[in-house]
């Protein structure tokens, strides 16, 4: 019985320490509660693509803390991120992408139908330079319903980068870089034969990438992928000019053997190849320098940027293509509220402000990342030439070198990407330039017509 | 047994008429358990200790099998509420023109792993086995490909498979006059060079197993065998393998299992190219599922995986059915 008042005594001692802990940890909660005045909004925010240097991730660091130091209220999470098709589907489907991060032109429209991005309206419209943009551009992020469920954030069009070193290698003018398809070939051809490397190398992964670079030489040459919009567009891809394009790479491929040896290049490993001399030539966005820098340390002598070549063809013109800033769509008003001054301060205001223009340009220059980077304008091109003379002292990219590009671009007609079901469009073309770089007997006009009839049940399932 | 003996004693017999009584009012006993005597016999404590199992199968297994059933009859983006489409999903999959390619790259995958990768293993056991020095050190570098991560060993035979001339495979044959070989680059050799690396990665877990089997067997009969005159060769065919049959046989199902959803080494080294010719329907269900920035279509790659569950399902009961007389006879 002694032992058993003793338990009981035991039990209410217990009762008691609970119920005084449970008391004061309501009692903190509450004063903490009543002291602070503005709760504080927390977001994650895509930053840079893994795998970047520490300079390039200290400097946008130093970014976050600007940012917070200027809303008290708002905590910033940085989250690496490089959109690529599979991996934003997943994290799309598992909900595990930033509350702010970046996708492609391509995209936006559509995922904002199918309520996958949050709708960022009213915050956009709020926004000062609302009226400074580009029509066409900010289209780009707005769906069907006339919602704005992306904000544009840069702009490019398709260019042609070549290794300098190679060229002067090879015996060609490093100033003089080809203007036509043919002196693309002659010129890849002698830069395999005299220095062992790809005269011309190009994006042939499974990833939607080798398509996307198929359908650039097509619009360089006249054609185009589809016709129309929505899931009533019609798919075009089995075109002459896609037969020109693919019978180009069949001839450098086979007879010239001026490619290399490697046809799964993806977006990353392009670079990588490029930056470290094995290319001599390769179709990718005008501002992939950025990337060249910050994830392939390319020696910046031996970079070169010039315009597509255009056909003589009045439909001739150059792929165009972006990049938007999106919200997740389960994000709170706050939070959304937040994601978008994030959005202004990261991306929007370095175009369109000059302190913060200078601002960033001198931090990116601290921390020897890249500035003035050839790329199209978000805005109109006035405060594009503007916010170039802002930075002015503080660009340290080899602006001569791409020179070729700067002074040609905006002569060119500049065509935006296949407008439905792109990514699919895109995704039915992979294996047709695939089979033409693996299989010399590869029958294009069957590959063709398999492509013409994968791309256009996409586009009638609008996948 | 289940009659009284005849000459039983009657103790004996009272006994077991006791006995039969308390068997009969048994049921009647157990009719009136209660709650409390369920917890009193230790149900709840079994309970409890079921309980982490329960919950951690329950969460991790049988809810995403539900879920996929679910789902492979759904239209949905996992965003949007979903909507019921039936069997389209599995109508979809099977009038997909890549369906075939995939079936096919996956089988031949099987087969070609199956030709050449399942007997180098039985073979390097065996020669271990009848190696007397540094046995524990030919295990651990038989074993050694399987401890290296997957993703880096992927990493490694791309290197090896350098297409160009100064690619390390391409520069060895090169010493003897062959090549330069396309690998990975060619629709006829990818899915072979595909088998070739999953082979030297997966062979150390089999030979293992094999070795751990060899052991099991009498040594009596090999010392028999030399007494009649068999050679090395005898030994294997008349001891050895009658001896491993019961684990040959379940490598044997675990690899064909193993192959038809072989995702890593496609996914890695070619992404199912050049044009679709490593292909397999595991990585089909992945494209299905993750390939389209837009949006997965989850019920086809849902719908796939079910599929193929029934398929190996099926093929396991076939087989085990098959070779019931081999392994216990």
């Known amino acids: 019985m002694k032992s058993k008042g003793r338990a009981m005594k035991s039990i209410r001692m217990g009762m008691t320490v609970a119920a005084v802990s449970l008391l004061a940890v309501s009692a903190g909660s509450i004063s903490r509660a009543a002291t602070s005045s503005s709760p504080t909004v927390t977001i994650s925010v895509a930053s840079l693509i893994p795998g970047s240097t520490k300079a390039a991730t200290q400097q946008f660091a130093n970014q976050v803390t600007q940012f917070e130091k200027a809303n008290p209220s708002i905590k910033v999470q940085s989250v690496e991120y490089q959109w690529t098709g599979p991996t934003f589907a997943a994290k799309l489907a598992a909900g595990t992408l930033p509350t702010v991060f970046t996708v492609p032109f391509t995209d936006a429209r559509t995922l904002g139908d199918n309520g996958q991005l949050a709708d960022l309206t009213a915050e956009v419209k709020a926004l000062p330079y609302y009226s400074k943009y580009n029509p066409a551009v900010i289209a ?95 798919a075009t891809v089995d075109n002459p000019q896609t037969v020109a394009a693919l019978n180009m790479l069949k001839k450098m491929r086979w007879t010239d053997n001026s490619m290399g040896s490697n046809f799964s290049y993806g977006w990353s490993d392009i670079n990588q190849a490029f930056a470290a001399g094995q290319v001599g030539m390769y179709v990718s966005g005008s501002d992939v320098y950025t990337n060249l820098v910050q994830a392939s340390n390319i020696d910046p002598s031996i970079y070169g940027l010039a315009p597509i070549p255009l056909a003589a063809n009045k439909n001739a013109g150059v792929l165009g293509g972006g990049t938007l800033a999106a919200v997740r769509p389960d994000a709170n008003p706050a939070t959304a509220a937040a994601a978008v001054k994030w959005i202004d301060y990261y991306y929007e205001q370095p175009l369109i402000n000059k302190a913060q223009a200078i601002r960033n340009a001198r931090t990116l220059t601290a921390s020897k990342q890249p500035v003035g980077v050839p790329a199209l304008p978000v805005f109109d091109k006035t405060q594009y030439d503007l916010a170039n003379t802002w930075i002015k002292p503080y660009i340290n990219v080899p602006l001569n070198q791409m020179k070729p590009f700067s002074t040609g671009i905006f002569a060119q007609k500049l065509i ?33 017509q398999q492509a013409q009839s994968s791309a256009q049940s996409a586009i009638r399932q609008g996948t | 047994m289940s009659t009284i003996d005849p000459v039983a004693s009657t103790a004996e017999k009272a006994q077991h008429a006791l006995m039969s009584k308390a068997q009969a009012e048994a ?131 791309k290197t090896f498979y350098d297409a160009s001339p100064t690619g390390v495979f391409n520069t060895i044959l090169g010493w003897v006059g062959l090549g330069p070989y396309p690998w990975l680059q060619s629709q006829q050799t990818a899915l072979p060079s595909l088998v070739l690396e999953s082979t030297w990665a997966n062979a150390g877990g089999t030979v293992i197993i094999y070795l751990a ?41 675990l690899q064909i299992i193993g192959t038809a959803q072989v995702f890593l080494e496609p996914y890695l080294f070619t992404s199912g190219g050049p044009a679709n010719a490593t292909l397999t329907v595991l990585l089909l269900i992945y494209n299905y599922a993750f390939g389209n920035s837009l949006g997965g279509d989850y019920g086809a790659a849902t719908a796939l995986s079910l599929m193929l569950a029934g398929f190996l399902a099926v093929f396991s009961l076939v087989y085990l059915r098959a070779t019931r007389s081999w392994s216990t006879g």
């Open chain 1, 416 to 448: 935006p990407e296949p407008e439905a079901s792109t990514q699919s469009v895109y995704h039915s073309l992979d294996a047709v330039v695939e089979a033409v770089l693996t299989d010399q007997n590869a029958n294009i006009p069957s590959l063709l």
């Open chain 2, 27 to 157: 049921p009647r006993v157990r009719a009136r358990r209660t709650p409390a005597s369920w917890v009193r016999d230790g149900g709840l404590s079994t309970l409890l200790f079921l309980l982490p199992m329960l919950l951690v199968f329950g969460a991790f297994s049988w809810y995403p099998i539900v879920r996929t059933v679910i789902m492979s009859l759904q239209h949905t983006n996992l965003v949007q509420p979903a909507t019921w489409v039936g069997f389209a999903n599995f109508s979809q999959v099977i009038h997909d023109p890549l369906f075939p390619t995939a079936v096919k790259n996956t089988a031949e995958f099987a087969l070609l792993a199956l030709v050449f990768g399942y007997p180098i293993p039985l073979l390097a056991a065996v020669v271990m086995s009848e190696v007397r020095k540094r046995r524990g050190l030919y295990s651990a570098l038989a074993y050694l490909p399987v401890v290296i991560p997957p993703v880096v060993a992927v990493l490694l035979w």
């Open chain 1, 140 to 234: 780009e992020g707005t769906d069907s319903k006339g919602q704005i469920v992306a904000v544009p954030t840069a702009a490019y069009a398709q260019a042609l980068h070549y290794n300098r070193k190679l060229f002067v290698a090879a015996g060609l003018n490093p100033n003089k870089p080809p203007t036509t398809w043919a002196q693309v070939e002659s010129d890849a051809k002698q830069i395999a034969t005299k220095t062992g490397q790809a005269g011309y190398a190009e994006m042939g992964k499974d990833d939607n990438t080798a398509g996307w670079i198929l359908t650039t030489l097509v619009y360089s040459l006249g054609g185009r992928m589809e016709t129309g919009i929505g899931t009533k567009a019609t």
């Open chain 2, 213 to 253: 089997a060899l052991t099991g067997v009498n040594h009596e009969l090999y010392e028999a065998a030399s007494v009649d005159g068999a050679g090395l060769w005898n030994k294997v065919w008349h001891v050895t393998l009658p001896q491993l049959r019961g684990v040959l046989l379940v490598t044997m199902i």
